[in-house]
């Protein structure tokens, strides 16, 4: 049997409030851990927190990660872009520290028009000073990357080492890995090995740095570059991906969560499926 540190959730709706609605949600789906958003994902706005119910998320004891806004580039060439996704990162980052979040989601970004060179130089320059502001028990920062389409600066696992590097592997600086986005990249996860191989050249590249798991399967085949989720088993990957998956030692006790189509019952439907494929295994 597999163990049962295997956190397994998604991300929720908050509807009447950060901590009421989200835990309602977690209940209402059975999630083990929880992922939200501390502001509109695809605006700037930067909205205060309510502290009673920051405190009454932190106090729950549900392991909470914080996902960024989608806007947020830092390759970007943007003078206005680049400057509104550093506040808006470290607004994520506050956020998250105030409410006991484990580690805030960011997505790597792209170079647009830029070179892939000038861009990494970039998330050099204003990534580094951010995480070097979080505080000691403040949230990690986690690198995600996307599905190939565009400029942008990380696709493939073997992506991440260039940009971990451009932060001098800096100890705050970690990874989330999207199982339809490095599918569509062209990492095989429904080939037989497949899930072992692209865990192995992560492992190889980021050491230790894997901390949280979007558990979503892909409505496009291996290699699409298309960002496009589906519900567990019922896209290209399939279920037998992520039983690997939880077996494998890198991901051993590495949190999943879910972003997968629908809400409510499908929701509960997917849990349900990862923690029964986590339990038989």
């Known amino acids: 049997m597999a163990e049962r540190s295997t956190p397994i959730g998604g991300h929720v709706f908050v509807a009447g409030g950060l901590a009421k609605g989200g835990l309602a949600y977690a209940a209402e789906i059975g999630?083990?851990?929880?992922?939200?958003?501390?502001?509109?994902?695809?605006?700037?706005?930067?909205?205060?927190?309510?502290?009673?119910?920051?405190?009454?998320?932190?106090?729950?004891?549900?392991?909470?990660?914080?996902?960024?806004?989608?806007?947020?580039?830092?390759?970007?060439?943007?003078?206005?872009?680049?400057?509104?996704?550093?506040?808006?990162?470290?607004?994520?980052?506050?956020?998250?520290?105030?409410?006991?979040?484990?580690?805030?989601?960011?997505?790597?970004?792209?170079?647009?028009?830029?070179?892939?060179?000038?861009?990494?130089?970039?998330?050099?320059?204003?990534?580094?000073?951010?995480?070097?502001?979080?505080?000691?028990?403040?949230?990690?920062?986690?690198?995600?990357?996307?599905?190939?389409?565009g400029r942008m600066l990380c696709a493939t696992v073997q992506d991440l080492e260039p940009y971990l590097a451009a932060l001098d592997f800096h100890p705050r600086a970690n990874v989330c890995l999207d199982t339809c986005h490095v599918f569509a990249a062209g990492h095989d996860l429904a080939a037989p090995g497949g899930v072992a191989e692209t865990l192995d050249a992560l492992d190889r590249v980021a050491p230790g740095r894997l901390k949280l798991i979007h558990a979503n399967d892909s409505k496009d085949p291996c290699g699409s570059r298309r960002d496009r989720h589906e519900n567990i088993g019922a896209g290209h990957i399939g279920a037998q991906a992520f039983a690997e998956l939880m077996r494998h030692p890198v991901a051993a006790g590495v949190p999943l969560c879910i972003e997968t189509p629908g809400k409510g019952e499908k929701h509960r439907e997917d849990i349900e499926l990862l923690k029964k494929l986590r339990d038989s295994a």
């Open 31 to 149: 999630a083990e851990v929880i992922q939200v958003f501390v502001s509109n994902p695809r605006g700037w706005a930067l909205p205060a927190g309510d502290p009673a119910q920051d405190a009454r998320l932190r106090e729950s004891g549900m392991p909470v990660f914080v996902h960024a806004s989608y806007l947020v580039n830092l390759g970007s060439p943007t003078p206005e872009t680049l400057r509104n996704s550093v506040e808006s990162l470290r607004h994520a980052l506050r956020r998250g520290a105030e409410i006991g979040a484990r580690g805030v989601v960011v997505h790597t970004g792209s170079a647009v028009t830029q070179s892939h060179e000038q861009a990494l130089r970039q998330v050099r320059e204003h990534l580094l000073p951010l995480l070097d502001e979080i505080p000691e028990d403040g949230p990690d920062l986690l690198l995600e990357s996307m599905a190939g389409q």
